[in-house]
């Protein structure tokens, strides 16, 4: 359950247009053009809408995607998943579970432990370094 509720007005108030476009209508940044997607810096990664942790830099990895991803999130609870049958597909978007921003979606070939893949938006993240 979503522990913040902000109008679209105050969202944009706060958010960038990339990142209100990201997080709040389910937009998704080109491939190889978001500033985190080639970052090897150690730190948390936090939701850019509300500073919850998201993940650790220990679990990202180069998927060649062109996005961030991630093995797995900082807590299970830090993230919802919901079915995304938008663009003609069925996937498994990834949602900040405490402002129900769009994060990007998770996919089922990642590498071990979990062989998932969080392919998620830069736009949808800031990084605080360790």
């Known amino acids: 359950m979503n522990e913040i509720s902000k109008t ?3 969202w944009r108030k706060t958010l960038s247009p990339e990142q209100f476009q990201v997080l709040r209508m389910g937009g998704t940044e080109h491939p190889f053009s978001g500033k ?3 970052t090897k810096d150690d ?3 936090v939701c850019a809408g509300c500073g919850s942790v998201l993940f650790a830099s220990g679990t990202k990895f180069d998927s060649g995607s ?3 991803s991630f093995f797995e999130p900082a807590e299970e609870a830090a ?3 919901r ?3 938008s663009h ?3 996937r498994t978007e990834v949602l900040c579970a405490t402002c129900g ?5 998770v996919f089922p070939d990642g590498p071990e432990p979990t062989g998932l893949r969080y392919c998620i938006n830069s736009a949808a993240l800031e990084m605080e370094a360790e």
Do not use: Q
């Open 8 to 10: 679209d007005g105050e």
């Open 36 to 38: 985190f997607w080639a």
């Open 43 to 45: 730190g948390s990664y």
């Open 66 to 68: 062109g996005w961030p």
């Open 79 to 81: 993230v919802e998943a």
């Open 83 to 85: 079915e995304d049958r």
């Open 88 to 90: 003609g597909m069925v």
């Open 101 to 105: 921003g769009h994060l990007g979606h």
